[in-house]
């Protein structure tokens, strides 16, 4: 029996503008459920894993809606609190390769934001799960629910999870009044696994590496300084999107065990939704780590997640295992599935 | 040359989801721009009026976007203040003959509600203008912005304009600790014209009629005892929906200088969008009151006005003086306009 | 072997707005073609008549997408000719109970609209047909135009063929400087067959009845009369919508070879598209005509094809004999044909 | 803790012309997932009934995504089995006031026709269940679908299940060689709860009644003698349309434990979607009988059920308790719920 | 005046999921009509040839609907047998440069595999055709259908037609127990001109080329071996998708009458769909053939066919000689055609 | 204060083919309002600039739609005169990469090509403004209207404003009897400031360079020649596509003052509305100019706003000083704008 996986942040509405439209344009929203521990769940739960999400919603339709996907692609809701008047969304208007996608929040006030310490009860939630996962985001909308975090994270360490991190930096939130760098690192000292990238290493600790290195070296430093701060960390991921020639390349690194591995990249012509790119690859390489996978596979297994991603609209990866396979044989190709 | 109007109120985007489908299973939702001092703004201007709308939004393009069509119709915009984080929003769900409409609020905190007394110079926005207008909701979000409209409200009854009130009761808005009985009488105190509806006038000020009353006895009685309340009160307008038989019937009825005019009623055998049907009755009145129409007329004007909402989707009364005029002639009837 | 009816008049691209939108906030048109002609044979076709079109339009892909159409409900083409710059078009905003269809025509300068007498080889065309059928808005649009309706009518009568005409008076047409009266007259004088509406009878022939009797009589009358200026007319068809109490009621009469008959009318309780209406209540008279079928029977037949119409979005009448046949049978029912 | 219930049918893909486009013209088709038992699970799992469905479906997305929506409902699809080749579809096109709503079925060689006695281990699956409900189209497909009918019927009466059938009889279904009367009898005989209407049991059992009595009447005779070839039948519902003047009234009739409870019935001025208001009524009447509500509120909640599914696009009644609750309080009313 | 070509095959509803969403994301499904033998005869019609198409469909409006638009390109539906009870279905989910475009069959049982010797006249059918069309996907799916190709073919030898096949292998068909290995080779034989990729020779005959070798020579052998197999074949054509670097190359080769041809490729940056783009190379190829070009001409005007195709939602290439033209005169541009 | 600009063309109703669909498939048209001098105005009104546009439009809701979108983004309409019959019309349909956006002009007889000379008041209109605009299709549609051009550019010089001139040929356009060569140069005469392409520059004068010379020297060498006929002109800019390998490259050169200053070009891998690219990069080049920027940053941010263009649907550049900005900074990336 495979590892039963808890995760827990902000569920969000995001409304997307229709069709090319900007939002100085637009006619009207799609509506897409979202959120990074959200999304990482769903393409875990939909790989097979056992996933449980835990949130707060206000005790309306909007939000239920969302849990009802949510529950349709297998992620447990049963510890999702219900309270609080306001659910997290945010507005995209598409980008194209020429102009980027944008995004407005509207977070304050959330039923997520206004989660204070005791309102969940972590000992209780706690009780068939070996690993526990969240994200940088999680903390970053207000010092009470930072506070929950910490409650989580101490709570899945005392009872002995596999925690998993995200470092997950979004510079337009963080407005409650500290710094993330004051913040995350407390949080993130527990844990085993982690993703991040070179920019948020940067915010959260301070930690660079020289830009001129290539990224696999500047990655490998990042790991080993990182080490001195996170003193259980065994397991760290990053994706990296290069933009060289006509086509980006989307590649991957894991260090895991003392080994280094990494994914020399896919061509990415055309996306059609960027967003959730990253939390893709995190699932992909959670399952490949609770799988017991090699290194290399695992590492693979990821950057095709991420890859195939950013050709589905929405946040979340809906994918199957045989989706992922197939791009891992046949690389990118222009057949039809027949 | 023709009177000018300023109105003060909550801007909001209403998402309204798509076609029929409920919010338990919506793909996305129609973007309208709303608020009921702007949705009696925008008919007002249509039918040529000068007409300048007064409010607070965030600086980003969800709000640009709704201002720009503001404009676009004729209404002046200059004197919306730019800053806080949020736009007011609200969800709705589409009804039917069968099902309510639905609506789901997410106002708390937005630019609107954190508006504070000083914050808008009233003396510098009522330069040109004649007439002042408001509504009930605009003081049912936070007691700083009732704070907001009792300066309105002085400034206007200094500078000598009309002074027009809707009474506008929102049941699930007032959560910020004050009564509306409390907060509104003060307000309403000052005005020359009002709309109103026998729930908000039981609401407000505690007066009852007996049901069993024709609605005209009803009207008659309220305006009566209002004026007790409302002292320089000399115009008071009503609309009312009967469920009568297969078919509602919407009707009006305006009380002006010591006289009582009624309008029999159009059937409404289906609606398109039911919402913004008060605001455009109000618009209709006033626009007959400030081109000194006929009491009968200006009522029969005004329930024209609030019926031909009814078949336009969105918040707003997208009419011409002729579409008006049309009605007012020939009545509901099937013919095709060639 | 059956009737093959030709039809004559100008082809259309309706551009009608989308969902209940008005021209003032429409994103966009759904396109259907159109033209009275056109939508008669359309439905004639569909029931298993030969049927041909005859107009001109541009050669370009608006206009051949249109032909398309009418040949893949069965309409021949052949004979239209190609030439000119523009298809002639029309937008329309939709209506609904309370607020009438709008339409706004762009016609002029159109292909059709630049025929002149000599460009269609009348002779040539006419050659297994044995009936004509054209209406009044095919001259409507410039003296050109309206004289090859004469050619045509001319070509008709001296090969033999049964002449319908449609009244089909348009007011917002009719610019080049002629008045219905006195153009139509001399092209109606050779009808076999006709289709009116009061209206059109007294705008054209200055015709009226008293309007306090009885829709009934006043066809009666209506008949007698248009007998002394259409010495051939031996078939008169009419439809009616009359507006009493909640629904709307559409009926039909005929007078047929000495007789009159009548049928009462269905309700309308909600209409999807009112376009055509008239075309299809045309198309349903001539089809039982042309098949032989008794005079009660006929107007049933036309008027169950007028009521159907309105069930339909665009200008055609998507219908088969099943479908007519049923709602003869069973009357407008809620219930589902499974 | 409340019963939990398994329903067994065919599982459907329902494909439904876009906008107001009949088969002859539309652009495409809106999904939706249907089966008669998925729909009665769908309701009473929003009730927050516990509910399982049984069936079996290929093994592809097609399946899969609908199996998602029904997980995302609350309905167990733990017992759906997997195999065969062919989801069950059927294609809709939308009627109106007007024409009907018109059915093509695709059905023929589904994974659920195709199901054989031995392939579902019933013993197994009802392990938790206190009820089971089926109905007359899951026996209409194949011989051997209706041998695994009576497998779990016969099943369910071993491990004292309640056994609730509904007759819902498809005149065009029903093309494997039996007869409905030669097949429903003996399947029918093990019910306690059945739903039937006057055609359906006409066809099963030859039994009718005067049609020029109260529908009342025919009810209780129906009832009467019914229970001669249903010896266990203690509780019979039944929903009517009739047709009555302008807009027709939607009732429904309950005999239980010896007595007779009636709802007078909602008008029905406008329906969005009728397919799936006899399911809703049956969970409706399920869901008041399984939380022993008195008679007469649980025929009032089951037309109120079946009442405001016609106001919901698709099959599924997307419902909550307090929309029931509302309807039953206020009635049908132009109201906006803000 | 032209040849007259008549093409046999399955007629296929295709249901394409909206927009850019995967199965198990998707609200509804965009209506497009296929089948390998319809696509080619919508673009030889298009083109100005005389085609009709023979196939066997249900006598349901959702066949009928197909044909209409078949007749609107111009393709004869006069020898199309109606019977049976289910169309021919496919589904398809949008792939991207990412990931593949899937494809879901419900073809068992449809009324064209269920066509058996004997059921089509072809000695009446085949009256003024000069050439017969068929591919290999008509053979695939029933043992009676494989046989009414046989049918067809000795009739179209018989009577000295020339005989065009598509050799058109689909994997997931062929499973009514025979290999295409043994269908495939007896029904080829007559072929006095073939369409091929690699992989069907390989299939079908067992004829290899060594990878390693360049496309060119590869096609040059294959077509010398496939001559020992199919005496009569005097043309071959194959088209090619090289990915190679950034964006693929879509390129084309002809062998005719002892030369061999070829075209360079067009860049394809990007695939609006690639369904049906075999299709267009063949109907181009027979464009080219039957009106005499020279055989350079050919395999450019066929390459140019399959590339526009690309471009082009759904699976007819909805094209004009102009547009074939422009592409060979002007290449891939980005100019906008004004 | 800022320079005031106003700007004179037809304005126009764009009707663009849904989705992917060309003219001969689709089922609708989206709305845009264009007009190659109204797109200069939205940009400009949109980066802060005060423009006012000229032109003249029939008195129709069609009409009145698109003004109120321009008052909308900001732009005057107060001196867009209203009579005639007709609003100009394009129909386009999609293209992509493989195959061109194809237009069909519908503009003959439009209430802009009716204008006369005298119809404008030309002295009343100038009054605040210090710069007018106006481009070669204002000239092409009909001998009056290009005479009122004329009015307008000597007004303009009479009064000293700054003239802007875009040659902007359409081979399509120039019906009305006379040639662009006889036409244009007289207008062209009294520019300032010019945005011209090569292809224009040799219908309107007969200047060629020597195709095979970089486009840098054949602009200097263009500027050098159109000096002679063109006295005033001081500023020229010029904007290039080239398909220089995979994706084609947009690039800008500007003469100014004596100097010549080129932007190397932006990659355009994708294309989402290639029209008004050219009328977003004069727009851009005459903010710059008009706010007295450096040369080299005048032709940076012209050619930023072209490309940009290339990423909106719609024929205009809804564009912040940001979003241009950001792309000057950052480049083409695929990041994210959270």
């Not at 997290?88 to 929040?105: A, D, H, T």
């Not at 959330?110 to 969940?120: I, R, W």
Request: charged share 15%; with cysteine; net charge neutral.
């Amino acid at each position: 029996m495979g590892y039963r996986l808890a995760a827990f942040g902000e569920f969000l509405l995001r409304l997307h503008s229709n069709g090319h439209q900007r939002f100085g344009q637009t006619d009207g929203y799609t509506a897409y459920y979202a959120g990074a521990e959200a999304n990482v769940c769903v393409l875990l739960a939909r790989l097979g894993m056992q996933v449980d999400y835990i949130s707060r919603v206000p005790d309306n339709d909007l939000a239920a809606a969302g849990l009802q996907q949510l529950r349709g692609h297998g992620v447990g809701t049963a510890h999702v609190a219900l309270g609080g008047q306001k659910l997290g969304l945010y507005f995209s208007e598409p980008g194209n390769q020429l102009r980027p996608i944008r995004v407005i929040y509207d977070r304050n006030g959330s039923a997520y934001a206004e989660l204070e310490p005791g309102m969940l009860n972590w000992n209780s939630i706690f009780q068939e799960h070996q690993c526990f996962h969240w994200s940088g985001v999680a903390a970053a909308l207000s010092a009470s629910s930072a506070a929950v975090c910490a409650e989580a994270i101490q709570t899945a360490r005392d009872k002995g999870l596999l925690i998993s991190s995200d470092f997950n930096y979004r510079a337009t939130l963080w407005q409650y009044g500290k710094k993330p760098a004051e913040v995350m690192p407390p949080l993130l000292y527990h844990s085993d696994v982690a993703v991040a990238d070179l920019d948020a290493v940067e915010i959260y600790y301070g930690i660079t590496t020289d830009a001129s290195l290539p990224l696999e070296e500047r990655f490998r430093q990042t790991f080993t300084t990182l080490q001195r701060h996170m003193p259980r960390l065994k397991t760290l991921a990053m994706s990296f999107r290069k933009t060289q020639g006509a086509a980006p390349v989307y590649s991957g690194a894991l260090a895991h065990e003392g080994g280094f591995y990494f994914h020399d990249g896919f061509p990415v012509p055309m996306v059609t939704d960027a967003i959730g790119t990253g939390d893709a690859f995190t699932a992909g390489m959670l399952y490949g780590l609770t799988n017991g996978h090699a290194p290399q596979d695992i590492i693979n297994f990821a950057t095709a997640c991420g890859l195939l991603k950013q050709s589905i609209p929405g946040d979340w990866a809906i994918l199957s295992l045989k989706d992922i396979e197939l791009l891992l044989k046949q690389g990118i190709s222009g057949r039809i599935a027949r």
